[in-house]
């Protein structure tokens, strides 16, 4: 659990909206895990007496939001590596997935959960099927997640018996449970392609009674697109029909959206997860990244499920984010590093419909990270102007920079390493369930 702690360091990304750099900077987290100050030194309130202080070597920021994974997926890795989406789904995942035990998801997940803490990701909005296990998990390692138990229409599956089990476990929990609200559980219909109108249509009623999110997957192929077009002129606007984008609503990919799509989801304001990695991998498509930003619609990033990316590194997607959006537009400043460090942190929580994490501003949650300058990729130091900072942060650094890791002011990740799940034994645990599905 945390206690009221001061962490003093030479600089500080807040994540506010002009990607200020803080230097000679301070944040107190109070004993609920939670914000209490984040400014420079010199504006610091006195600090009481017998409170500890943490003095840091790097630079102290916000812990990232990864807002499209399906983590337990770690048990899959490299399967059907070489096919395309719909081919790979049925041919080599939904095959897999249904030899996948409860046990099974919940030691995917929790090695999910050890490599996104070791790379500086505190919160994942996942979509999978055995949720209490991957809540088990999240809640063991010291996760943040947001947990959207996925279902479908395929024989096997009953998407009504699902949704309602999703109702009641909300009704029975909460919304948000777990120390430091660590648990959100938020709905999972897959897809327009998978599921009727009729399921979307009642997923729509059952969120808004309960503000819950809905996570679903959206014009993430051209084939999809294209079927979707002609059944209900888009997947926006089936959305719109059946009544989820009246709620919250978290658009997993949106690959394939026309200018009258990208308003819907900016007048609904919905959330967009960009997976770059994934949807290179799967050769699904450039997302129209430009266009969402400057329609203000609110983009995170995502890594989508380790087997189809195949890591759960955001610094990476981050990374590719600035690339393919300026390869598409020509234009070498159509994403910055600050954009992206924004997309990462604070747009990412803006997309969850998140207010309490992405940033380290007073009362919201202290998800934090310590990344070292100790490496080559900070060999011109701190004192460069703020520009280079988060240059050579995003471009070079990345993952590689990440030290310490805290959520909800409790160290989960010190020197390197996870503390709370033993890694060595996560591995391990993974390779048995890996193999028992092979």
């Known amino acids: 659990?945390?206690?009221?702690?001061?962490?003093?360091?030479?600089?500080?990304?807040?994540?506010?909206?002009?990607?200020?750099?803080?230097?000679?900077?301070?944040?107190?987290?109070?004993?609920?895990?939670?914000?209490?100050?984040?400014?420079?030194?010199?504006?610091?309130?006195?600090?009481?007496?017998?409170?500890?202080?943490?003095?840091?070597?790097?630079?102290?920021?916000?812990?990232?939001v990864n807002t499209h994974a399906h983590s337990p997926m770690t048990l899959l890795r490299g399967l059907g590596g070489d096919l395309p989406l719909l081919s790979w789904l049925q041919d080599a995942i939904w095959p897999a997935e249904s030899r996948m035990s409860p046990r099974d998801a919940r030691a995917g997940m929790l090695l999910g959960c050890v490599e996104m803490l070791r790379y500086g990701v505190t919160t994942s909005a996942e979509m999978y099927a055995h949720a209490e296990q991957v809540a088990d998990a999240a809640l063991e390692a010291g996760s943040r997640v947001l947990i959207a138990p996925a279902y479908f229409d395929?024989?096997?599956?009953?998407?009504?018996?699902?949704?309602?089990?999703?109702?009641?476990?909300?009704?029975?929990?909460?919304?948000?449970?777990g120390p430091g609200e660590r648990v959100e559980l938020c709905y999972g219909p897959h897809s327009a392609y998978t599921l009727p109108p009729e399921a979307l249509r009642a997923t729509a009623e059952e969120a808004a009674q309960r503000g819950a999110l809905v996570h679903i997957?959206?014009?993430?192929?051209?084939?999809?697109?294209?079927?979707?077009?002609?059944?209900?002129?888009?997947?926006?606007?089936?959305?719109?029909?059946?009544?989820?984008?009246?709620?919250?609503l978290l658009a997993a990919h949106a690959v394939h959206l026309s200018d009258d799509d990208i308003r819907l989801l900016a007048e609904s304001g919905a959330g967009v997860a960009h997976c770059p990695g994934s949807n290179a991998k799967l050769a699904s498509g450039i997302a129209h990244l430009h266009a969402l930003r400057a329609a203000s619609v609110s983009v995170g990033l995502g890594t989508d499920g380790p087997a189809s990316n195949d890591d759960l590194d955001l610094w990476e997607e981050a990374r590719l984010a600035m690339m393919f959006s300026r390869l598409a537009t020509a234009d070498a400043m159509a994403l910055t590093a600050a954009d992206a460090f924004l997309m990462a942190t604070s747009a990412g929580a803006a997309a969850l419909g998140r207010t309490d994490i992405g940033a380290l501003r007073p009362g919201n949650w202290a998800d934090m990270i310590h990344l070292s300058v100790d490496g080559p990729y900070f060999a011109a130091g701190l004192d460069v102007e703020d520009g280079r900072l988060l240059a050579n942060l995003m471009w070079a650094a990345g993952s590689r920079a990440v030290q310490d890791v805290w959520v909800a002011g409790e160290a989960v990740v010190v020197d390197g390493e996870t503390v709370k799940a033993d890694r060595v034994a996560v591995q391990h645990a993974a390779t048995e369930a890996a193999t028992r599905i092979a």
């Open 217 to 248: 997957h959206v014009a993430e192929t051209l084939a999809e697109d294209v079927a979707q077009r002609e059944s209900h002129g888009s997947v926006p606007q089936l959305l719109q029909e059946t009544g989820l984008l009246d709620g919250r």
């Open 1 to 64: 659990m945390s206690v009221p702690r001061r962490f003093l360091a030479p600089v500080v990304l807040p994540a506010d909206p002009s990607c200020s750099v803080l230097r000679d900077a301070v944040v107190d987290v109070d004993a609920d895990g939670r914000i209490a100050f984040c400014d420079t030194a010199a504006t610091a309130p006195p600090l009481s007496a017998g409170v500890p202080v943490t003095s840091l070597s790097g630079i102290l920021a916000p812990g990232l």
């Open 154 to 177: 395929r024989p096997g599956d009953d998407w009504r018996t699902a949704l309602a089990a999703i109702g009641k476990w909300i009704d029975t929990d909460g919304l948000r449970f």
